[in-house]
């Protein structure tokens, strides 16, 4: 198997390909440099914390990918610095200069005509010296607490103060409040879009101080800590409220690497690597900001059309456009059939309209869904809360552990709490990812439910940005499962049997498991045997092994895996007629899609879960058939067939681990672009 965090840099390598590619928009360059520099932060927050915890507690023992917690480190901080200095390059040589022909650049202190340097010496003295606390070290004053991944200077300085004191070595924090891009004015910059960062006007009056000392320089630098939290669910009474306490140390958390400025002095970045513990291959020296994803800032600040991506506004299938306001139609347009949704091709709003009509219409009784991420500004959630408000039975399933999304669903929990919603935290030890809403609805003296599934977040500004299906039905088999899914969420009692829905951690991997022996089966009779999976991470060894006998056995395979896969696809006797496909473009893949040839059946499931040991095992996800034919057939194209001509946006994954960008004679082929065109009108 492969290593997962080796394959988690070739992913990073692949979106940043998409900022080298000359023939993206300049700001678009931009933004997905900015995005592998927030990739990067967590991958160390979580990915490396992970290895360095391995390392102390069981260095000799190998992983599935046969290597050591050591061994896997070294390579892995190996590819990491390759890839930063990939990163710094580009952004410093290329991608800056090219935005600045076109008028919209960062302003160096060393290239200040008299007027810009004016201007930031007014604003560093107004809005920025007074919110700095210099702090000298020496022994009264000790080395400062510092904030993960928070921006910081040390400045070496050298000189007697008032008091005395030889000085040598200071440290400056910079506010969280204070912006990290400042913009110019135009008059002053002499660009449309002019902007100086907060580390150039500190840098460039840090004297300003320390007066009456000589300053020998001043470097910017910043730490990145473990940020993964430890709660003991079993030992807490209030899930809750022991999250919160952990929340307040997450900053805190050792540390796993060091960024400092690229002229730090060597005797200076060893002073920092002993104040944290890191060593220097844990120091990662960068030419730009030590804080790249602090620039995503300046893609939202610039307003230049020409510079971006083409606007694309997603459009609200039929028949849902007619109905947004008329709940009795849009519950008899799903009653009629299941509708599947595409985001971002199609419009999240019909979900929207769904849970307004929960909200508005009287004969919707009971509101159940389950939040996984949905933001700190959410229409979803006011819509739960006017739901409770208006007497409905309002339940919600609230995944405290979301990853960097805890406080915002805390916050959200308190204010269902406080409307009288029932509010429960899911099963202990298990996060509940499946994402599911349920409105049980009075009809002619019965209750209907009425349903969506989806495999990604309630999130309306993701849904802009992630590929995902949704599906909204009334079957009532599918619907009963959903219900007795809540009632295991948020009740106590034995698991009942299920009539389509597959569940984490009961019946999912048994089923993926089963499916894919019997592809193997029907291809060792002589039969037709195909299987096809869209996923985000492909990991799980069982699940690996069994898709490797299915190659061995005459299955021809096709896996499109955005990010991490352990599969070695293309090895001879082993996984030969396994293909491993990787779609990196303008949306971000999100989407769950599993199909099995199943003797002409054709078996198609849609998932919140990907295909990893944590979804299967330690989370409670949800898969769910597409059975209308129709369907079936788009989802079958929209997840796979399209997505396997592409030759634009796809890479094809090697048996060593690398990726080779996918070349055909065909007409090019962009899958974003079609699906824009096909399902945007």
């Given at each position: 198997?492969?290593?997962?965090?080796?394959?988690?840099?070739?992913?990073?390598?692949?979106?940043?390909?998409?900022?080298?590619?000359?023939?993206?928009?300049?700001?678009?360059?931009?933004?997905?440099?900015?995005?592998?520099?927030?990739?990067?932060?967590?991958?160390?927050?979580?990915?490396?914390?992970?290895?360095?915890?391995?390392?102390?507690?069981?260095?000799?023992?190998?992983?599935?990918?046969?290597?050591?917690?050591?061994?896997?480190?070294?390579?892995?901080?190996?590819?990491?610095?390759?890839?930063?200095?990939?990163?710094?390059?580009?952004?410093?040589?290329?991608?800056?200069?090219?935005?600045?022909?076109?008028?919209?650049?960062?302003?160096?202190?060393?290239?200040?005509?008299?007027?810009?340097?004016?201007?930031?010496?007014?604003?560093?003295?107004?809005?920025?010296?007074?919110?700095?606390?210099?702090?000298?070290?020496?022994?009264?004053?000790?080395?400062?607490?510092?904030?993960?991944?928070?921006?910081?200077?040390?400045?070496?300085?050298?000189?007697?103060?008032?008091?005395?004191?030889?000085?040598?070595?200071?440290?400056?924090?910079?506010?969280?409040?204070?912006?990290?891009?400042?913009?110019?004015?135009?008059?002053?910059?002499?660009?449309?879009?002019?902007?100086?960062?907060?580390?150039?006007?500190?840098?460039?009056?840090?004297?300003?101080?320390?007066?009456?000392?000589?300053?020998?320089?001043?470097?910017?630098?910043?730490?990145?800590?473990?940020?993964?939290?430890?709660?003991?669910?079993?030992?807490?009474?209030?899930?809750?409220?022991?999250?919160?306490?952990?929340?307040?140390?997450?900053?805190?958390?050792?540390?796993?690497?060091?960024?400092?400025?690229?002229?730090?002095?060597?005797?200076?970045?060893?002073?920092?690597?002993?104040?944290?513990?890191?060593?220097?291959?844990?120091?990662?020296?960068?030419?730009?900001?030590?804080?790249?994803?602090?620039?995503?800032?300046?893609?939202?600040?610039?307003?230049?059309?020409?510079?971006?991506?083409?606007?694309?506004?997603?459009?609200?299938?039929?028949?849902?456009?007619?109905?947004?306001?008329?709940?009795?139609?849009?519950?008899?347009?799903?009653?009629?059939?299941?509708?599947?949704?595409?985001?971002?091709?199609?419009?999240?709003?019909?979900?929207?309209?769904?849970?307004?009509?929960?909200?508005?219409?009287?004969?919707?009784?009971?509101?159940?869904?389950?939040?996984?991420?949905?933001?700190?500004?959410?229409?979803?959630?006011?819509?739960?809360?006017?739901?409770?408000?208006?007497?409905?039975?309002?339940?919600?399933?609230?995944?405290?552990?979301?990853?960097?999304?805890?406080?915002?669903?805390?916050?959200?929990?308190?204010?269902?709490?406080?409307?009288?919603?029932?509010?429960?935290?899911?099963?202990?030890?298990?996060?509940?990812?499946?994402?599911?809403?349920?409105?049980?609805?009075?009809?002619?003296?019965?209750?209907?439910?009425?349903?969506?599934?989806?495999?990604?977040?309630?999130?309306?500004?993701?849904?802009?940005?992630?590929?995902?299906?949704?599906?909204?039905?009334?079957?009532?088999?599918?619907?009963?499962?959903?219900?007795?899914?809540?009632?295991?969420?948020?009740?106590?009692?034995?698991?009942?049997?299920?009539?389509?829905?597959?569940?984490?951690?009961?019946?999912?991997?048994?089923?993926?498991?089963?499916?894919?022996?019997?592809?193997?089966?029907?291809?060792?009779?002589?039969?037709?045997?195909?299987?096809?999976?869209?996923?985000?991470?492909?990991?799980?060894?069982?699940?690996?092994?069994?898709?490797?006998?299915a190659s061995q056995a005459g299955v021809k395979i096709d896996l499109i895996v955005r990010g991490a896969c352990a599969l070695r696809p293309g090895v001879r006797g082993l996984s030969e007629s396994i293909r491993v496909t990787s779609i990196v473009g303008r949306y971000l893949e999100h989407a769950r899609a599993f199909y099995f040839y199943g003797d002409g059946a054709e078996n198609v499931y849609l998932s919140s879960a990907d295909w990893m040991d944590r979804n299967f095992f330690r989370r409670v996800e949800v898969g769910f058939p597409i059975l209308d034919k129709a369907l079936k057939k788009r989802v079958i194209n929209e997840a796979f067939t399209y997505a396997l001509r592409d030759n634009q946006l796809a890479w094809r994954g090697q048996p060593d681990g690398g990726y080779t960008r996918v070349h055909s004679r065909r007409p090019p082929f962009n899958l974003h672009d079609y699906l824009m065109r096909e399902l945007g009108g």
């Amino acid at each position: 198997m492969q290593n997962r965090e080796l394959s988690l840099i070739k992913f990073n390598e692949r979106v940043l390909a998409m900022a080298e590619n000359q023939s993206t928009p300049l700001l678009e360059r931009l933004r997905y440099l900015c995005i592998v520099g927030s990739n990067l932060d967590e991958f160390f927050e979580i990915r490396i914390a992970s290895l360095k915890e391995q390392q102390r507690q069981a260095p000799g023992v190998a992983g599935c990918d046969a290597l050591t917690p050591d061994q896997a480190f070294e390579r892995v901080q190996l590819a990491a610095h390759v890839l930063v200095e990939r990163q710094n390059s580009l952004l410093m040589d290329q991608v800056l200069p090219a935005l600045l022909s076109h008028g919209v650049g960062l302003l160096a202190a060393t290239t200040w005509t008299e007027a810009q340097q004016a201007w930031a010496r007014a604003t560093f003295s107004h809005d920025v010296m007074p919110l700095l606390t210099p702090i000298g070290l020496d022994p009264a004053h000790p080395f400062p607490r510092v904030y993960n991944k928070s921006l910081n200077f040390i400045v070496a300085l050298s000189g007697q103060d008032a008091f005395g004191r030889r000085a040598s070595i200071a440290i400056v924090q910079a506010p969280r409040a204070l912006p990290r891009v400042i913009r110019v004015p135009p008059d002053v910059a002499g660009l449309p879009d002019g902007y100086i960062l907060l580390t150039t006007l500190i840098s460039a009056f840090v004297g300003e101080l320390f007066p009456g000392l000589d300053i020998k320089g001043c470097y910017q630098w910043r730490v990145t800590r473990n940020s993964d939290l430890y709660v003991d669910e079993e030992e807490v009474t209030n899930l809750r409220q022991a999250l919160q306490g952990e929340l307040s140390q997450r900053n805190f958390g050792a540390s796993v690497r060091l960024e400092i400025d690229q002229g730090m002095p060597p005797n200076l970045a060893s002073f920092l690597q002993r104040e944290f513990v890191l060593e220097p291959q844990d120091t990662y020296r960068v030419s730009g900001p030590v804080n790249l994803a602090r620039l995503l800032q300046m893609c939202d600040l610039v307003d230049r059309p020409e510079l971006s991506f083409p606007v694309y506004k997603p459009v609200i299938p039929s028949p849902f456009g007619a109905y947004a306001d008329d709940p009795v139609n849009l519950f008899r347009a799903i009653a009629q059939r299941d509708r599947l949704l595409h985001h971002p091709y199609q419009s999240f709003q019909p979900v929207i309209d769904f849970l307004t009509a929960a909200a508005h219409d009287p004969n919707v009784v009971a509101v159940k869904q389950t939040i996984y991420r949905t933001g700190e500004d959410s229409e979803l959630m006011r819509l739960l809360l006017l739901a409770a408000r208006s007497g409905k039975e309002v339940t919600v399933v609230v995944e405290l552990m979301a990853r960097f999304d805890e406080q915002t669903n805390i916050n959200w929990a308190a204010k269902l709490e406080a409307v009288g919603a029932h509010v429960s935290y899911g099963v202990v030890a298990h996060k509940t990812h499946a994402k599911m809403a349920l409105l049980l609805r009075r009809e002619k003296g019965e209750i209907r439910r009425y349903g969506h599934l989806s495999t990604g977040n309630y999130h309306p500004r993701t849904a802009k940005l992630y590929t995902d299906f949704g599906l909204l039905t009334a079957n009532p088999a599918i619907c009963e499962d959903m219900d007795r899914m809540f009632s295991l969420l948020t009740g106590l009692g034995a698991r009942r049997p299920l009539k389509l829905l597959l569940q984490s951690p009961f019946t999912l991997h048994e089923t993926m498991v089963a499916l894919i022996k019997a592809e193997a089966a029907h291809a060792r009779a002589g039969r037709r045997a195909r299987i096809m999976a869209k996923m985000n991470s492909l990991l799980e060894p069982i699940i690996i092994d069994e898709l490797y006998k299915a190659s061995q056995a005459g299955v021809k395979i096709d896996l499109i895996v955005r990010g991490a896969c352990a599969l070695r696809p293309g090895v001879r006797g082993l996984s030969e007629s396994i293909r491993v496909t990787s779609i990196v473009g303008r949306y971000l893949e999100h989407a769950r899609a599993f199909y099995f040839y199943g003797d002409g059946a054709e078996n198609v499931y849609l998932s919140s879960a990907d295909w990893m040991d944590r979804n299967f095992f330690r989370r409670v996800e949800v898969g769910f058939p597409i059975l209308d034919k129709a369907l079936k057939k788009r989802v079958i194209n929209e997840a796979f067939t399209y997505a396997l001509r592409d030759n634009q946006l796809a890479w094809r994954g090697q048996p060593d681990g690398g990726y080779t960008r996918v070349h055909s004679r065909r007409p090019p082929f962009n899958l974003h672009d079609y699906l824009m065109r096909e399902l945007g009108g």
